[in-house]
């Protein structure tokens, strides 16, 4: 079988799997990745995930990170996920998404609060000095940012 050759444009990316380990890695370009016998590529080239200034996304099953900011991987060298979790991500370089992650929605401006106004906000979850059920208000003006823990009523 000839070996399939991809050659990915910058800011793209691919999951390749290795049928050897059974660990699916992450490639990103630009690149030009030759796909051996034993390698399996599991997502086609896909543009990273770009939030521009004043815009937030939420990402299901997100990677774990390490204290210092590393990822987290298992013994064999898979990516640790948080199942099951969301996380809310605000501007930042473009990046991939690791396997088994998933973007939630679409990149999707921020909130902008504007004066003499307000929006409520319930807890979810405990936080900081909140208890889930708490409802509170935001007043404006101000940009609110949103958190997994808050839901806006």
Same mark, same amino acid.
């Given at each position: ?61 997100? !990677?774990?990170?390490? &204290? ?8 064999? #060298?898979?990516?640790? @996920?948080? =199942? /099951? ?33 307000? !929006?409520?906000?319930? &807890? ?8 889930? #059920?708490?409802?509170? @208000?935001? =007043? /404006? ?13």
């Amino acid at each position: 079988m000839a070996d399939q050759v991809i050659r990915l444009k910058p800011f793209h990316y691919v999951h390749v799997l290795d049928n050897n380990t059974n660990v699916t890695e992450i490639v990103l370009g630009p690149k030009t990745l030759t796909v051996a016998d034993h390698q399996t590529v599991v997502l086609q080239p896909t543009p990273c995930v770009i939030i521009p200034p004043r815009h937030y996304c939420i990402i299901s099953n997100p !990677i774990i990170r390490n &204290a210092d900011g590393s990822l987290s991987t298992d013994q064999h #060298g898979q990516v640790r @996920l948080r =199942h /099951g979790d969301e996380e809310i991500r605000t501007e930042q370089p473009p990046f991939p998404l690791y396997p088994g992650e998933k973007l939630y929605g679409k990149v999707s401006p921020l909130q902008v609060v504007a004066p003499l106004t307000a !929006i409520k906000l319930r &807890a979810i979850r405990d936080f900081e000095d909140h208890i889930a #059920g708490d409802e509170w @208000l935001f =007043h /404006g003006p101000g940009t609110y940012i949103p958190r997994v823990e808050v839901q806006v009523v």
